[in-house]
């Protein structure tokens, strides 16, 4: 008998998963079991030093947890310096991104995996982290997605001798391969178990913290940090709910808006047809438009996103989605963004740069220490009239929503499975350009495509560019089923 799927970042963290499940313990348990370890397996892309989302669905009740980032600065009496600017290479382009001590926000990854675990988990903590602690001790073996995210962020990771040490060896990256440890985050994370978040937020590591970021992200800064449990937004689309986050999120009500202006035009084209993508580049694009820095500055308002699907017609990040045999279902989105550079001394966990990434910390917004920042980030539960339950998110900072919306138009409309869902090429438009994933599409699909924008912008190698989707779904006539992102980001789904 079947006690669940998981789809995450890497095939050591879905196999965490999967063996939590088999276990007997739930979807949270399995999703938290999963983050940890994605923490060692990932560190480019997730970790305790950063933030995180999640949609869930327990014992028939709908749920999210904020736990992402807040504005530092509380107590703090000097002058705020701007982070350093550093240019990678990513994926044929040249990207700046800004990292050091300025960029570091208040974490938020172990008070919300903690307090989700200690209300809705079932196995105990020692349990569920017990996997990640003996995997950053004895080591795994790099696999070429784990070897291609930390090739690509090595700039970053470069700056600091203790960041290095986690996805490099003397001057080069780890090959694949390789053999992956962290026995710091092994020691650090057993010690965690047993203080709780305490051993995080107060006394030796969060005086380590405030000391490593130059006294700007401060003690009263992290003792003051709570997660924030709430209940998602709620649409239907078709003949099935789904539920994405609010605030801190700038894309689940947009995802919300996006769907709606595909349901308002009626039943979708066949799939291939040019006006199949030219209805998604159009959803799309109307997201952006309600994008606004008016939308941005109040979405954490009562009532204001509510009041934005009323009015519809009709980094670096890390995924993980789990489906249980009790119908229990989580979708987790983790990021560190880039990193900052440096890790927190004698912990093995690398800080992020939330206030170095301009799109979720624009001008506009004042720095009010405290409040909590923005975020892309959209995980997404969809429930049918049956009881079935489709958890899914996805990694990539802008394409995060295009991502996630062509997957469920894909099952939802053209009755896709998961897996082919998420390996279909994808689009994404950007303003009057449209960007083409041309991998995988005849010469003559891509050239149909350019009707889509005024300029196209072609990719042919398989990459991080166009997000990374992972889903876990359970439905009454096909049971348990998942989908990862194999060939963009190495990433694995697992039946347990």
């Known amino acids: ?29 399995a999703t938290v079991g999963a983050a940890l370890t994605a923490a060692f397996t990932l560190p480019t892309m997730t970790g305790l030093g950063g933030g995180g989302v999640m949609t869930m669905r327990v014992d028939g009740k709908l749920h999210t947890c904020d736990f992402f980032a807040a504005l530092p600065g509380l107590g703090f009496e000097g ?33 919300g995996l903690w307090a989700v675990h200690e209300r809705f988990g079932r196995m105990p903590m020692k349990e ?22 930390f090739a690509l962020l ?37 010690t965690l178990v047993e203080e709780g978040p305490e051993g995080f937020y107060a006394g030796e590591v969060a005086a380590r913290i405030e000391e490593i970021t130059e006294g700007f992200v401060t003690a009263e800064d992290l003792a003051a940090y709570e997660p924030a449990f709430g209940e998602p937004l709620s649409r239907t689309y078709r003949r099935v709910k789904v539920h994405t986050p609010g605030s801190p999120s700038l894309n689940g009500a947009l995802l919300q808006v996006g769907l709606s202006r595909l349901e308002a035009g009626g039943e979708m084209p066949r799939f291939g047809e040019l006006e199949y993508w030219r209805r998604i580049a159009d959803a799309l694009r ?41 119908g229990d279902a989580v979708s987790l989105t983790t990021t560190v ?35 909590r920042m923005m975020t892309s980030m959209a995980p997404t539960l969809v429930e049918d009239a049956t009881g079935g339950v489709l958890a899914l998110g996805a990694a990539g900072s802008a394409r995060i929503r295009s991502a996630i919306m062509q997957v469920l138009v894909h099952v939802l409309d053209s009755g896709m499975q998961l897996q ?24 003559e699909e891509v050239q149909q495509l350019h009707a889509l924008g005024a300029e196209a912008v072609m990719t042919y ?13 359970w439905t009454a006539d096909r049971g348990f089923d998942a989908g990862a992102e194999i060939e963009r980001r190495g990433c694995a789904a697992r039946l347990a």
């Open 286 to 326: 109307v997201t952006e438009d309600v994008r606004t820095p008016s939308y941005e500055a109040q979405i954490f308002e009562d009532g204001f996103l509510e009041g934005v699907l009323a009015s519809c017609p009709g980094g670096n990040t890390m995924q993980v989605s789990v489906v249980d045999k009790d």
């Open 154 to 190: 090595q700039p970053i990771f470069r700056r600091t001798p203790e960041a290095w040490r986690l996805i490099g060896h003397l001057d080069h990256v780890l090959e694949q391969g390789a053999k992956l440890t962290n026995e710091l985050y092994s020691d650090f994370l057993g």
């Open 461 to 473: 190698e398989i990459g991080f560019f166009f997000g990374g989707v992972q889903a876990a779904q």
């Open 79 to 111: 002058e705020r310096r701007q982070p350093e600017v550093i240019v990678v290479p990513f994926e044929g382009v040249r990207l700046p991104f800004r990292v050091g001590r300025p960029s570091v926000a208040v974490p938020g990854a172990v008070a």
């Open 337 to 371: 963004g880039e990193g900052a550079g440096f890790t927190i001394p004698g912990t093995g966990v690398i800080l992020n740069n939330f206030l170095g990434e301009e799109d979720i910390l624009p001008d506009h917004v004042p720095h009010v220490p405290g409040r």
């Open 128 to 149: 569920v982290a017990a996997s990640a602690i003996r995997l950053s001790r004895e080591g795994v073996h790099l696999t070429g997605g784990q070897q291609r995210a």
């Open 420 to 443: 082919q869902a998420v390996l279909m090429p994808r689009i994404h438009p950007d303003g009057d350009t449209i960007y083409i994933e041309a991998h995988g599409r005849t010469p």
């Open 1 to 29: 008998m079947r006690r669940g799927a998981i789809a995450s970042g890497c095939p050591y963290s879905a196999q965490v998963g999967a063996d939590i499940l088999s276990a007997g313990g739930n979807a949270v348990d």
